[in-house]
């Protein structure tokens, strides 16, 4: 089974604007995982938050994680086109399961 | 480092084969790999946790018999979709952890094996 849910499901935007998509989850972590999928493609990992720290920085990304509301955000900033893919995020515990992904389109 | 190789990337076979797909760890062991299957436009879909020299443990739903998981070595875990059937066409994506990096260690995936069944 799935363990959470992303939103939103589709993100559109325009080359330079700010892209913030959203993960709830429903049991408690170890860590939560931010990965992304280009079409047709496996996944690439991108950046991990452990369950007591609260905010991460990589780059132009940005994650928190609220575990009180069992909920994350990513942020991606200055979008770029080829920052268009699928995001997922994804909870580890024995195993990772996946939230159903965001579809980002940056548009040029 | 960290490279998953997934073999093949595409595959079209007929009703009632079986087909092999294989993950391999390139560059490092892993004691478990993940076989996911995804469908269009959505999520992975966790099927099996395969550990090295033991049985795959398998997700609710999925049937062992039809999804045969077999990881012999630290290196190489195969999938195995015995008589194949057209509702079995997806995209299966494997995954590794490596060993002794457990939970606070990201998964290497392998680019994916698209199965089309005619």
């Known amino acids: 089974s799935q363990q959470g849910e992303e939103d939103p499901q589709a993100l559109s935007i325009q080359e330079g604007e700010n892209a913030t998509m959203n993960c709830s989850y429903k049991?408690?972590?170890?860590?939560l995982q931010w990965y992304r999928q280009n079409s047709g493609r496996g996944l690439v990992h991108l950046i991990l938050?452990?369950?007591?720290?609260r905010e991460k920085h990589s780059g132009r990304l940005r994650v928190t994680l609220d575990t009180s509301k069992k909920s994350s955000s990513l942020l991606i900033t200055a979008s770029r086109a080829a920052d268009t893919a699928s995001y997922f995020c994804?909870?580890?515990?024995?195993?990772?399961?996946f939230g159903a992904g965001t579809r980002l389109t940056v548009k040029p | 480092g960290a490279v998953v190789s997934q073999h093949p990337s595409w595959v079209i076979c007929k009703s009632g084969t079986s087909v092999k797909i294989e993950c391999r760890s390139l560059?490092?062991?892993?004691?478990?790999m993940f076989w996911y299957r995804q469908f269009p436009k959505q999520s992975l879909m966790l099927m099996a946790t395969?550990?090295?020299?033991?049985?795959?443990?398998?997700e609710q739903g999925v049937e062992k018999d039809k999804f045969l998981i077999n990881h012999a070595s630290l290196t190489l875990s195969t999938l195995t979709v015995t008589s194949a059937h057209p509702e079995d066409s997806s995209f299966y994506i494997c995954?590794?952890?490596?060993?002794?990096?457990?939970?606070?260690?990201?998964?290497?995936f392998g680019n994916g094996t698209r199965l089309t069944v005619t």
């Open positions: 995954s590794a952890r490596v060993v002794r990096a457990f939970l606070n260690s990201p998964l290497h």
């Open positions: 049991t408690s972590i170890n860590n």
């Open positions: 395969s550990n090295e020299g033991s049985k795959a443990t398998y």
């Open positions: 560059d490092f062991q892993a004691t478990t």
């Open positions: 938050i452990r369950s007591n720290e």
């Open positions: 994804a909870t580890a515990n024995n195993d990772m399961r």
